[in-house]
């Protein structure tokens, strides 16, 4: 099975833009998770997505959202970008009904603000 | 408070050292325990989950809930092993959230 796939791979904003990430699960997985990683902070969990529906959330402002589609396929929105958004966005996806929760990782998005 | 400790951020061993990275959580619930792995310009894969208990590139790591522990273990270390590795952490009341430590580099010497 072809794994979490993450577009774009890279990209450039300046302070105030907005930006869009999309996240493509794996085949059969309904359940798909948004993480921030960056040196200081580590890897902190955004939000989930399973059902078109959000299930969790993470402690982000309220500038960071996300949606996801019929077909699994999850975007996440961030508005007004700051500074301190420049960070690797890491998408994941799960099987859910199984005993397990592990998670599988895309490539994530390097996002840099400027 | 749901959380993850990974004391060392930075472990240096020699090949063919026991290695031991170290992991305690803390969680009011039933966790599950995994450990995820990030060598240079990949992917965060999947390395050990606590509930199937099998040995993995000869890592193992034991659930020790008396100890709320999940540390990793590996007899001979091989400079292959040199990546970043994290402790996570979910759980029935989580769903799709997992909660990291904040990581321990290895890096295994010739």
């Known amino acids: 099975k072809a794994g979490v796939t993450q577009t774009p791979r890279y990209l450039i904003k300046t302070r105030g833009q907005q930006v869009t990430l999309s996240c493509s699960p794996i085949?059969?997985?309904?359940?798909v998770s948004w993480y921030q990683q960056t040196p200081g902070q580590g890897l902190q969990f955004l939000f989930e997505?399973?059902?078109?529906?959000?299930?969790n959330k993470g402690n982000f402002p309220g500038r960071f959202s996300g949606r996801q589609f019929s077909n699994s396929r999850s975007e996440m929105n961030v508005s007004t970008l700051e500074l301190g958004d420049s960070a690797l966005y890491l998408c994941?996806?799960?099987?859910?009904?199984?005993?397990?929760?592990?998670?599988?990782f895309g490539p994530g998005t390097r996002l840099t603000v400027t | 408070a749901q959380r993850v400790t990974q004391p060392e951020k930075l472990l240096s061993v020699f090949k063919g050292a026991p290695v031991e990275l170290k992991c305690n959580y803390s969680?009011?619930?039933?966790?599950?325990l995994f450990w995820y792995v990030q060598y240079s310009r990949q992917r965060l894969q999947l390395l050990l989950r606590?509930?199937s208990r099998e040995s993995i590139k000869g890592f193992t790591a034991d659930l020790n809930k008396g100890e709320t522990s999940f540390h990793l273990k590996k007899p001979f270390a091989q400079e292959e092993d040199s990546a970043m590795y994290y402790c996570?952490?979910?759980?029935?009341?989580?769903?799709?959230?997992?909660?990291f430590g904040q990581g321990t580099e290895l890096s295994v010497k010739p």
């Open positions: 606590h509930i």
């Open positions: 085949s059969g997985h309904r359940s």
């Open positions: 996570a952490l979910s759980g029935d009341n989580q769903g799709g959230k997992l909660i």
């Open positions: 997505y399973f059902s078109e529906t959000q299930r």
């Open positions: 994941a996806s799960r099987l859910t009904g199984t005993v397990s929760y592990e998670q599988y």
């Open positions: 969680y009011s619930g039933s966790p599950e």
